[in-house]
Every structure is written in structure tokens, then in C-alpha cells.
Nanobody, 129 residues
Framework: QVQLVESGGGLVQAGGSLRLSCAASGRTSTTKAMGWFRQAPGKEREFVAAIAWSGWRGDIEYYTDSVKGRFTISRDNAKKMVYLQMNSLKSEDTAVYYC???????????????????WGQGTQVTVSS
């Protein structure tokens, strides 16, 4: 089992920045990738970003098109933390943001919520225009 706890959400003006954090605990040694998803009111949960451990090749990052160039995902393996730095925030970024972890390896679609085994409770991000 892996437990995930998000933090860092809040209210920010359009154009501002926030950094979300996700603290992992439990059997984190078997984690292969972690991702951030978000869900706005009345909408389905959507992929935001993911980071996959790829051994000697280094981590591989994935982003949905709408956040490329504005958001950056990173991790601190020693602290068992994953971060989402969000810059140039827009009103359409308003959502509950969820951290997720997967133990799946191989041909995994890290952009799909179905591939993730563990989820946090979410943190609210509200961007005022």
C-alpha cells in the first residue's frame, strides 16, 4: 500500500504561481511513476502531468498540452515527494488536484487515470480572474 497526501493548494490570481506537493509513504519502493490529475466542477478527471522512473535514462516527464511550458513536475526521491510547480495560472486551471502513484511497469499509459493504483484526497486550486 502507498499513501499519498497533497498540499499546497489555495487561491491565487490569474498569472500567479503555486507549488503543489505530494508526500508518499508506505511501500514506495515499488512505485514506478507518479502523476497529477485534476477535476473541475461538472467535468471528468483529467491528466495534468506525470513523472516516470526510467533508471539510467533518467526520469521521463509527461504533460497535457494545456499546461506545457507553464507547469513542471519534479520529484525528490530521498524525501518521497513529488511536486507540481504551476506558473502563469489561468482561471481554467481551477480544479481539485490529485496526486497518484502506479506500480505498473512496462508499456504503461501514464496519462491514463486507469493506470494508477493509489490516489490522494486532493487539494483545491482556485484561480481568480
Amino acid at each position: 500500500q502507498v499513501q499519498l497526501v497533497e498540499s499546497g493548494g489555495g487561491l491565487v490570481q490569474a498569472g500567479g504561481s503555486l507549488r503543489l506537493s505530494c508526500a508518499a509513504s508506505g511501500r514506495t519502493s515499488t512505485t514506478k511513476a507518479m502523476g497529477w490529475f485534476r477535476q473541475a466542477p461538472g467535468k471528468e478527471r483529467e491528466f495534468v502531468a506525470a513523472i516516470a522512473w526510467s533508471g539510467w535514462r533518467g526520469d521521463i516527464e509527461y504533460y497535457t498540452d494545456s499546461v506545457k511550458g507553464r507547469f513542471t513536475i519534479s520529484r525528490d526521491n530521498a524525501k518521497k515527494m513529488v511536486y507540481l510547480q504551476m506558473n502563469s495560472l489561468k482561471s481554467e486551471d481551477t480544479a481539485v488536484y490529485y496526486c497518484a502513484a502506479t506500480q505498473k511497469d512496462g508499456d504503461v499509459a501514464f496519462t491514463s487515470a486507469l493506470e494508477y493504483d493509489y490516489w490522494g484526497q486532493g487539494t483545491q486550486v482556485t484561480v481568480s480572474s
